[in-house]
């Protein structure tokens, strides 16, 4: 099995030389830290990924969670991690210091997760304790908080993100699980009678820790229809007794299911309300259920991206390491020479192609993420405009920073198992298993289509297109500068053409919309989607040209730092090369005027 599964030199390039996460200690809020205890946070979560992860890669993909008698079993080594991460304080490294956290930016918890994700993501389960847990201390009593938090930060109690029904999927206007008021003297303040079920709940139940805590939307007795009479709740698996003690509370686990990856976490099928005794403590105030959600949906949503980069970052370099190692045929100037030694398959140009797409994908969808992860931090401690305009342009990139590394890292692990020819079709390396894993990461919390959808109906247009307008600016800024280099000017000159045909393209389809044609508007959203990603990552790889020849002029590095160095200039040439020429083809079809999937009387073509 390959011996790498991140670079921690480029992770490292990325955080200080590219966006300086130091600088964030200027800020009160994180002015604890320096660059040496952010390095120290991610040295840790790097020993716990190597020793208690990685090894177990394939163990933990092949003895999948199972239930039985009502009980889920899971690989004993999750029990392990969870008490390592726990005492290493890295569940609650963002949290606050008044909740037991280590006030770290989350441009260094996200890149924790990096590692942790590329070392083993069938481990994927503290990302929901901690949006869960963050989810109570944002909106919650104090006596919620102090109930539940300390445990799951601990790693000792699981949390979980329960929303989707059966009926529903998705569509959480249509939630049915319902709450009904209990009277305070008998359960304490804010206790409901909760009643439903809850499909494909990750890491809802399972022995490797004492209790479970699922954060879980449900519908008030006469709340308003839609999702403005949802409301979020405490549902755990079992409640206090009110006597220091705890009680089952009827949260019944119906199934789990088996799953095409990530086989090491346990998606459960879970009925509440089976005996009618299943207690729900309201969190913060009724029907704002959705806005709460909504509310942590960014760090949610880096997490996703997080986690699709580090396992399309495994495959990388597992084929990297292969290709480096396995000798096939002559170079092709060299056919003839049936004498000569086999060369490597990285010599052969095709194979040069597909792990030059994979670390286009994998570095730029890092980098991005921790463009993302950096905005997130501005706009929770800084004040006025820059908390502002922080905010809306982590709005305006969620979106891609959740659907580029999960749809292009799909496409990378396909091209990281390509590279090992047959062989990454069987058991025997790593890359067929990483194949099944990514996959459901385009489906995580919103899928490409709804993200999309959001993106082109509603994050362009909000406050009369501000945000991408503070994009557009920041991406000039960019251009500006690489236009200093006499090689870097033909690429900034390239840029600046996208984003000219962003704009055109805005422009044909803005007036569907202004026409309340909306479904006309959005109908190839998605496209609009994969084409505005090209252009992001390509932002995000000409930013890091840019420092990498900085550096290269300034520093006159040697060995591998000048290796490193052109290689992502040589990275970002291939990008620009070989995907930015992709939006000229969907810009056509985005500008074409004929309308082929929308459902008419008429034809029902499928």
């Given amino acids: 099995m390959a011996t790498t599964y991140f670079s921690k030199r480029n992770l490292q390039f990325l955080l200080h030389e590219v966006f300086k996460a130091e600088e964030l200690t200027k800020y009160e809020y994180f002015s604890a830290h320096d660059r040496e205890t952010f390095n120290l946070v991610l040295d840790s979560a790097t020993y716990i990924a190597d020793t208690l992860m990685h090894p177990y890669l394939k163990d933990i993909d092949k003895n999948q969670p199972e239930l039985k008698n009502g009980q889920v079993t899971v690989h004993p080594k999750v029990k392990e991690y969870l008490k390592a991460v726990g005492e290493a304080g890295l569940i609650g490294a963002g949290f606050s210091f008044e909740h037991g956290g280590q006030q770290l930016p989350e441009m260094i918890s996200?890149?924790?997760?990096?590692?942790?994700?590329?070392?083993?993501?069938?481990?994927?389960?503290?990302?929901?304790?901690?949006?869960?847990?963050?989810?109570?201390?944002?909106?919650?009593?104090?006596?919620?908080?102090?109930?539940?938090?300390?445990?799951?930060?601990?790693?000792?109690?699981?949390?979980?993100?329960?929303?989707?029904?059966?009926?529903?999927?998705?569509?959480?206007?249509?939630?049915?699980?319902?709450?009904?008021?209990?009277?305070?003297?008998?359960?304490?303040?804010?206790?409901?009678?909760?009643?439903?079920?809850?499909?494909?709940?990750?890491?809802?139940?399972?022995?490797?820790?004492?209790?479970?805590?699922?954060?879980?939307?449900?519908?008030?007795?006469?709340?308003?229809?839609?999702?403005?009479?949802?409301?979020?709740?405490?549902?755990?698996?079992?409640?206090?007794?009110?006597?220091?003690?705890?009680?089952?509370?009827d949260v019944t686990s119906t199934g789990v299911y088996h799953k095409m990856g990530q086989k090491g976490v346990p998606a459960m099928h879970l009925t509440m309300g089976t005996n009618d005794d299943t207690i729900g403590y309201l969190v913060g105030q009724p029907h704002q259920g959705l806005p709460y959600m909504f509310q942590m949906m960014n760090e949610a949503r880096i997490g996703v991206g997080m986690t699709a980069a580090a396992i399309a970052t495994a495959?990388?370099?597992?084929?990297?390491?292969?290709?480096?190692?396995?000798?096939?045929?002559?170079?092709?100037?060299?056919?003839?020479?049936?004498?000569?030694?086999?060369?490597?398959?990285?010599?052969?140009?095709?194979?040069?192609?597909?792990?030059?797409?994979?670390?286009?994908?994998?570095?730029?969808?890092?980098?991005?993420?921790?463009?993302?992860?950096?905005?997130?931090?501005?706009?929770?401690?800084?004040?006025?405009?820059?908390?502002?305009?922080?905010?809306?342009?982590?709005?305006?990139?969620?979106?891609?920073?959740?659907?580029?590394?999960?749809?292009?890292?799909?496409?990378?692990?396909?091209?990281?198992?390509?590279?090992?020819?047959?062989?990454?079709?069987?058991?025997?390396?790593?890359?067929?298993?990483?194949?099944?894993?990514?996959?459901?990461?385009?489906?995580?919390?919103?899928?490409?289509?709804?993200?999309?959808?959001?993106?082109?109906?509603?994050?362009?247009?909000?406050?009369?297109?501000?945000?991408?307008?503070?994009?557009?600016?920041?991406?000039?800024?960019?251009?500006?500068?690489?236009?200093?280099?006499?090689?870097?000017?033909?690429?900034?000159?390239?840029?600046?053409?996208?984003?000219?045909?962003?704009?055109?393209?805005?422009?044909?389809?803005?007036?569907?919309?202004?026409?309340?044609?909306?479904?006309?508007?959005?109908?190839?959203?998605?496209?609009?989607?994969?084409?505005f990603g090209i252009v992001v990552i390509a932002w995000q790889w000409l930013k890091q040209a840019v420092v990498a020849k900085q550096l290269l002029l300034t520093q006159n590095p040697q060995g591998d730092d000048l290796i490193f160095y052109e290689g992502k200039i040589h990275t970002m040439k291939f990008f620009f090369h070989y995907e930015v020429p992709k939006t000229l083809g969907l810009a056509v079809r985005l500008k074409d005027t004929e309308v082929l999937t929308i459902v008419t009387e008429k034809e029902l073509a499928l």
Avoid at 348 to 368: I, N, W, Y
Wanted: aromatic share 8%.
């Fill in 110 to 249: 996200s890149c924790v997760g990096f590692i942790l994700m590329a070392a083993n993501n069938g481990m994927m389960y503290t990302g929901l304790t901690s949006g869960a847990a963050h989810l109570i201390t944002s909106f919650g009593s104090p006596e919620l908080s102090e109930t539940y938090v300390p445990n799951m930060l601990a790693g000792t109690w699981q949390g979980t993100m329960a929303l989707t029904e059966p009926q529903a999927g998705s569509s959480l206007s249509d939630v049915t699980t319902s709450a009904t008021p209990l009277p305070d003297d008998q359960f304490g303040s804010g206790a409901y009678k909760i009643k439903g079920q809850k499909v494909f709940i990750s890491a809802g139940d399972h022995d490797a820790v004492d209790n479970i805590v699922h954060l879980m939307l449900a519908r008030i007795d006469g709340a308003p229809k839609g999702t403005k009479g949802i409301s979020l709740f405490v549902v755990p698996k079992y409640r206090p007794d009110g006597n220091g003690g705890f009680v089952d509370n």
């Fill in 315 to 531: 495959a990388y370099h597992a084929a990297l390491e292969y290709a480096k190692e396995r000798p096939q045929s002559r170079r092709l100037n060299q056919k003839n020479l049936l004498d000569a030694p086999q060369t490597p398959i990285i010599n052969h140009p095709d194979v040069r192609r597909m792990l030059l797409f994979q670390k286009a994908v994998t570095e730029g969808s890092l980098s991005l993420l921790i463009e993302a992860a950096r905005l997130y931090d501005i706009s929770e401690v800084a004040q006025g405009e820059e908390k502002e305009n922080a905010f809306l342009l982590l709005d305006l990139l969620m979106p891609v920073a959740k659907s580029y590394p999960s749809e292009m890292g799909v496409q990378s692990v396909s091209q990281s198992l390509q590279t090992f020819g047959g062989y990454g079709f069987t058991e025997d390396f790593p890359v067929e298993q990483l194949y099944r894993d990514i996959r459901i990461t385009p489906i995580y919390e919103g899928t490409t289509g709804i993200q999309a959808q959001d993106l082109l109906g509603r994050k362009m247009t909000i406050k009369g297109g501000k945000a991408p307008q503070l994009l557009f600016a920041e991406i000039s800024k960019l251009i500006a500068e690489a236009s200093t280099f006499d090689d870097l000017k033909p690429y900034a000159d390239q840029l600046t053409a996208e984003l000219k045909r962003t704009q055109e393209v805005m422009a044909s389809l803005m007036p569907h919309a202004q026409k309340g044609d909306i479904e006309r508007y959005l109908s190839d959203a998605t496209l609009f989607l994969e084409m």
